[in-house]
Every structure is written in C-alpha cells, then in structure tokens.
C-alpha cells in the first residue's frame, strides 16, 4: 500500500457538527487513520496555518472542508487549504450551500452589529463599543480579528470545489461512502468521480421516503408538527405539515420522516433545480389550488394558509439562501434588524 494519504478539515463559519460527524465512523476512524494522517484540523489538533503555509502545494491530498464563508479568516482558510489539497470537498450544507450562517443575508453586517452591541446587548456596554479589525494594547501588542463580511457565501464562491457532500451533518452513510471512495482510489481499485459530484442520490427525499404519498393532494390547512399527532406511514404533506421533500435532494435515508419530522431540506435541492425554495414554493402552490372546481380553494382562504407560514423565507431558504437566486435579501428600511422577514 502506498504512503498514507494526508487529510485536513477545514472549517469555516461552522457549529463544528461536521466534525463531530467525522467522529461519528466509530469503528471504522480505524480504517481511515490506516489510511490517512490528519495534516490540519483545528477542533482536534494545534496545527497552526504557519505549517500548512510550510508544506508544498498539494501536499494534502484531501480537505473536508465545513462551515460558510462569513469572514476574512473564513476566506484565508478556504484558500490556504484548496492551495494546499489535490481534492477540496464541501463537507456539509454549510459549505456546499450557506447553510444556516447563510440566513444572516436577510440583513446586513450594520444592523446585526447595531443589534447586539447597540439594540438588544445582553452584555454590559454602555458605550457601545464594538470589536474592532485591529488593536493595538497599550503594551504595543497587535490584536487582530477577522473582518465580518457583508454577505455570506459558499465555498464555491471563493475557490474551486471538487466535490460535495450537502447534509447538516453528513451521515455515518454518507461518511463510509466516502471512506471507500478514498480507499478505492488510495488503494489504485477505481478513480475518482467526476468534479463537480454530489455524493447523494440524484433523486428528490419523496422518491426516498417510505411514507404513502397520495397522486393528488390537496392542503387546506397548515398545522404545526408541535400539536398534531402525526400518522404513521401517511405523507406529511397530506397531513397538513410543511415537509420540503418535494424539493430536497434524497440520500439521507428519509431520516427525518422516520421520526416522524418533516423535512427542513438540509441536503439541498436536486441538480435538476437551481433554487431550492422557489421549487418548493412553486410545488407547495401547487397543492394549494387543483383544476377540479369541487376543491378550488379561494384566494382568501390561500393567504390565511400562508400567512400560517411562519417565516417563509426561513422556511423555504433555510439551508441555501446563499446558492439560491436571491442570495441575498436586504430590508433597506432603518428598522434595526429584529428576525428574519414574515
Ligand atoms: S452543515 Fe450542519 S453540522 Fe455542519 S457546520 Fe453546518 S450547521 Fe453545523
Ligand atoms: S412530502 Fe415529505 S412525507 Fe410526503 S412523501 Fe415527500 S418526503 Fe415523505
Ligand atoms: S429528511 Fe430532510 S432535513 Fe432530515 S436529514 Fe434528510 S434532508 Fe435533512
């Protein structure tokens, strides 16, 4: 067997359970340390970028990188590694598609700062100062912090990605996938996929769910899944629960439906859609009106159902506002930021 191969995870703006996912191999983190040494992962080792800068590009021969793109030590991060890695992975709907960082584009950096250190700060201030890019301490000692940029992007925006794996988090599945892709690969039995691959299924989540989904449904009331007792083996949909399965990418295993949950869409949309809530939003339409007269809902009643919606945008964008068309939605009155739009 050749040299073991060197891994790095990378992270941008992230909650860190895509590392945890990486733990979540269990047995098999045996297999992959057999094969691989970790050249740079900050929740786990103190590996400095001084020494990524140190090694030769390339040297790395695969960065799971997780987390959006939200500031400037984001952005280092992200060039460093894909300067450094033969294969740079979008390791999580973070990174593959804004995530949940990326709602933080309903608004803009004034405002979120305005919010917590002027508006609502939960921390003594009376003078509302803010933190600053550099300072300088009275001993002369130069602090630094990372500038907080105005929009939050993916990792494809700043550099090129290989491959993707759109989940929050990846799955242990979808984990041991990849593990024997690397090893097929480490171990010369087969090439990589094609760039630009999404390790999931090209399906969407309904093809995958197991829950009976009538032909024609037709919603005439939205509840929430807190207060309805929820049957079994029925589709969500049909039971009045918004799921997002219509318009979210299959390879999860249906997990959540399992659970009884709706789908929130964190595995993104399919490749055959550009925007994943628009596509869910057009399918929920859809459902809301049929051409037979007899279930023809009037358009009063259509606007109390969606204003039953609670955040709309969150609901429908709430994993891919930055890969969508709007990217980003900017309340240009000078109401300081109080939540996302209703
Ligand atoms: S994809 Fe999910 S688990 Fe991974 S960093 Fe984003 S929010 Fe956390
Ligand atoms: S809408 Fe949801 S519950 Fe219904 S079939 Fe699709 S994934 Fe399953
Ligand atoms: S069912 Fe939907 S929200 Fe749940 S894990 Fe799968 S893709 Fe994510």
Do not use: W
């Not at 500038?147 to 290989?162: G, H, K, N, P, Q």
């Amino acid at each position: 067997m050749p040299d073991k191969i060197k891994l790095a995870l990378g992270q941008g703006a992230t909650c860190s359970g895509c590392d945890i996912a990486v733990l979540d191999l269990d047995v098999e983190l045996l297999s992959l340390f057999a094969i691989a040494d970790l050249s740079f992962a900050p929740l786990a080792t103190d590996i400095k970028y001084a020494d990524v800068e140190a090694m030769a590009d390339g040297e790395i021969t695969i960065c799971l990188f997780h987390g959006a793109i939200r500031n400037s030590d984001n952005a280092h991060s992200a060039r460093l590694l894909r300067k450094k890695s033969k294969i740079m992975i979008a390791y999580g709907v973070c990174a593959a598609f804004g995530g949940i960082p990326g709602l933080a584009n309903v608004t803009t950096t004034e405002k979120i700062l305005q919010t917590v250190f002027q508006d609502t700060a939960s921390t003594v201030n009376p003078e509302h100062i803010r933190p600053q890019t550099k300072y300088v301490s009275p001993q002369g000692h130069t602090l630094e912090l990372p500038e907080l940029y105005d929009e939050v992007l993916m990792l494809s925006d700043i550099v090129e990605v290989d491959y993707l794996i759109a989940a929050c988090p990846p799955t242990r599945e979808m984990n041991m996938q990849l593990l024997k892709v690397v090893l097929d690969f480490v171990q010369g039995k087969a090439p990589l996929p094609p760039k630009g691959t999404i390790l999931a299924l090209p399906k969407t989540m309904c093809d995958e769910c197991d829950r009976t989904r009538p032909e024609k449904i037709i919603v005439d009331e939205i509840k929430s899944v807190d207060y309805t007792r929820i049957e079994a083996d029925k589709c969500l949909l049909e039971q009045g629960i918004l799921c997002l399965g219509p318009a979210t990418r299959a390879g999860c295993n249906a997990k959540c439906m399992k659970a009884n949950m709706p789908c929130r869409g964190c595995m993104g949309p399919t490749s055959a859609v550009i925007d994943q809530g628009a596509s869910m939003l057009s399918a929920f339409a859809s459902l809301l009106k049929t051409s037979n007269a007899e279930h023809l809902i009037p358009e009063e009643q259509i606007e109390k159902l969606m204003e039953k919606i609670r955040d709309p945008l969150g609901t429908f964008y709430r994993f891919t506002l930055p890969k969508s068309l709007l990217k980003k939605v900017v309340d240009d009155s000078n109401k300081p930021f109080t939540g996302a739009p209703r």
